[in-house]
Structures are given as C-alpha cells and as structure tokens.
C-alpha cells in the first residue's frame, strides 16, 4: 500500500525557513521522480519542484526559484522541501507525490504570515 506520510509545515514569518519532509512507502521509492505540490485557499493544487529518480535533476515553478530547494535520500525511502525566504503567497497545504503513481498523502500545513 502506498503511503505518503509529509511533515515539518507550521507558522512561519515573512523571510523566515521551514524544511518540509515526505516519508514514502509502499513502492519502489528509488525508482520514482518525485514532486512537491501545493494548493492554496480557493486555488488549483500547482506544482511547486520535481527532483529525478537519482536526484541529480531538479526543477521549480518560477514562483518559488531561488528559494525552495527539493533533494531525496533513497537510502530512507525521503524526500525533502527546503524552503527560504518564504512569503506569505507561499501559505497553502504541501504535498509529495511519485510521479505517476496517484497516491496523495494528508499534506503539511505552511503558513507565512507575521
């Protein structure tokens, strides 16, 4: 069974770091990219960054370039949102997903606000 279990989202101030975590199971984690998604209040759920099966290709939304870093450890089945210089239109719910695999943990809570 797939399990997407994310962690690490709280109340932050603007400019301030939080770093999100996705413990995954059930699958071949080594042999998925993954992804980080997000979805704001009364908005679409958008992709935020995309890392490759290895790790060594990752990509961001423009939005968040610059300033949120994806990395894995496929030695702990985890995948990880660095986040920076956070602003308050960074507050949503986050997500890990495996790329084409429809599996959808509970989310981490991100609130940017002072």
């Known amino acids: 069974q797939v399990q997407l279990v994310e962690s690490g989202g709280g109340l932050v101030q603007p400019g301030g770091s939080l770093r999100l975590s996705c413990a995954a199971s059930g699958f071949t984690f080594r042999t998925y990219s993954m992804r980080w998604y997000r979805q704001a209040p009364g908005k679409e759920r958008e992709l935020v960054a995309a890392?490759?099966?290895?790790?060594?290709?990752?990509d961001y939304a423009d939005s968040v370039k610059g300033r949120f870093t994806i990395s894995r450890d496929n030695a702990k089945n985890m995948v990880y949102l660095q986040m920076n210089s956070l602003k308050p239109e960074d507050t949503a719910v986050y997500y890990c997903?495996?790329?084409?695999?429809?599996?959808w943990g509970q989310g981490t809570q991100v609130t940017v606000s002072s």
């Open positions: 890392i490759s099966i290895a790790g060594g290709i990752t």
């Open positions: 997903k495996a790329h084409l695999l429809d599996y």
